[in-house]
């Protein structure tokens, strides 16, 4: 039986190496959950994490990052998934600038994940935009990815909220 695709955003990676004050516990719970989710998921992103993750002014966090994901397969944006991108931004589900999370949520419906892992809780882990998400989707035939955080993707996948 195949695992169930995890679509991953920037904000894993990013927490995953996240040393500021008082973002020890998402930092524990992200490095927990990527041990364990290794062997019940498959991951999956796009070019957009890589762009995302290589940036920063500390270079030796931005290497520390590329290497935690070198394994994960990565996905070229595809005129598909551009265009979806554009569209939640033209119906207002996500924002024009910067566009990554529109890209991020369109890679994950256009390739059928089943969950997309986050952090960000302005713009994707919204449980206000959830419903419009299924809306535009199902208006256009695709997937609805479950938008989850790794502390609610551990407990349980129920609880991601999404349907």
């Given at each position: ?45 796009s070019t957009v994490l890589r762009d995302e993750v290589g940036r920063g002014s500390r ?105």
């Amino acid at each position: 039986m195949p695992k169930p695709t995890v679509y991953l955003d920037s904000t894993i990676p990013s927490a995953y190496f996240d040393d500021r004050p008082g973002r020890s516990s998402q930092r524990l719970v992200t490095r927990l959950w990527w041990e364990a989710a290794r062997t019940e998921y498959d991951f999956i992103s796009s070019t957009v994490l890589r762009d995302e993750v290589g940036r920063g002014s500390r270079r030796d966090r931005a290497e520390a990052r590329l290497r935690l994901i070198c394994d994960v397969p990565v996905v070229d944006i595809s005129p598909e998934i551009r265009e979806l991108a554009d569209w939640y931004i033209l119906h207002k589900l996500m924002p024009a600038r910067p566009d990554a999370d529109a890209v991020h949520l369109a890679t994950a419906a256009v390739l059928k994940c089943e969950y997309l892992a986050t952090w960000n809780f302005g713009h994707l882990a919204n449980q206000n935009k959830a419903v419009h998400l299924a809306v535009l989707n199902r208006r256009r035939g695709l997937s609805v990815p479950r938008i989850c955080t790794p502390d609610t993707l551990m407990d349980d996948d129920d609880n991601c909220g999404n349907r």
